[in-house]
């Protein structure tokens, strides 16, 4: 039995149709679930993922997207859980295609807030030379989860942050009406305050942003 199949028959032996039903809400109903809450998943994932180490190892950029592929939510976290794991430290280039798709695929704020963070964001570290470039096409594009996530990546960075590319991001955007958007906004700021919150206090008093944007940056400051 291969990975996904001993997997998929593991999560299905363990649905509760309850908290299927309570998590898809809490999703707005843009996945089926399981029933299965985060802890029990990595609980119930981890042996399987150890007895399969070497074909995980192996396949897991194709891997990732066959796990995509099932409708269940707990699959596609699953998969982009299992790539940053098994590339964090070895990511070629080129996987800026694959990352890129996973933002884009099955898309919604707990994902994508993952994939930006601790995929785009380790990514761009490794390839800080492709940081502009990246950067400036998911700005650009109109799907909102790349916008999102050029605004979110440095989440983390804390000293590393660039600052002028952060508050340039948030320049960018601040116009718009986007919940995720100006959220997004407000978390990096936020965040970015932990490390100079001069800086961000400066930056929120010396522009027009969101009221939402503004209430979050500061929350912490003030």
């Known amino acids: 039995m291969d990975f996904i199949t001993e997997l998929k028959h593991t999560f299905q032996s363990q649905a509760n149709h309850d908290y299927a039903a309570q998590m898809s809400a809490y999703m707005l109903n843009k996945f089926p679930f399981y029933g299965i809450k985060a802890p029990l998943r990595r609980s119930l994932s981890k042996p399987i993922i150890e007895k399969h180490k070497l074909e995980i190892r192996d396949t897991v950029r194709t891997l990732a997207f066959d ?3 099932i409708p269940q939510r707990e699959m596609h976290m699953v998969a982009i ?5 098994q590339l964090r430290k070895s990511y070629k280039k080129e996987d800026i295609i694959l ?3 996973l933002i884009t695929t099955n898309s919604w704020w707990d994902s ?5 963070k601790q995929i785009l964001g380790k990514y761009l570290l490794l390839y800080k030379e492709e940081m502009p470039t ?18 979110i990546f440095q989440l983390g960075y804390k000293e590393k942050t660039d ?5 340039k991001q948030c320049l960018i955007h601040k116009e718009s009406d986007e919940f995720f958007i100006k959220k997004a906004i407000g978390w990096a700021l936020r965040e970015y305050g932990k490390v100079n919150p001069t ?3 400066d930056f929120v008093n010396s522009n027009t942003l969101k009221p939402l944007s503004k209430r979050e940056a500061i929350r912490r400051l003030i």
Not at 112 to 116: L, N, P
Not at 136 to 148: A, D, I, T, Y
Not at 163 to 167: H, M, W, Y
């Open 163 to 167: 600052e002028a590319l952060l508050f």
């Open 134 to 151: 990246v950067i400036s096409k998911f700005s650009n594009s109109k799907n909102l989860w790349l916008q999102r996530s050029s605004i």
């Open 199 to 201: 800086a961000v206090l």
């Open 67 to 69: 796990l995509y592929d």
């Open 81 to 85: 859980e299992l790539f940053e794991k």
């Open 112 to 116: 994508v807030d993952f994939i930006a």
């Open 99 to 101: 990352i890129e798709k």
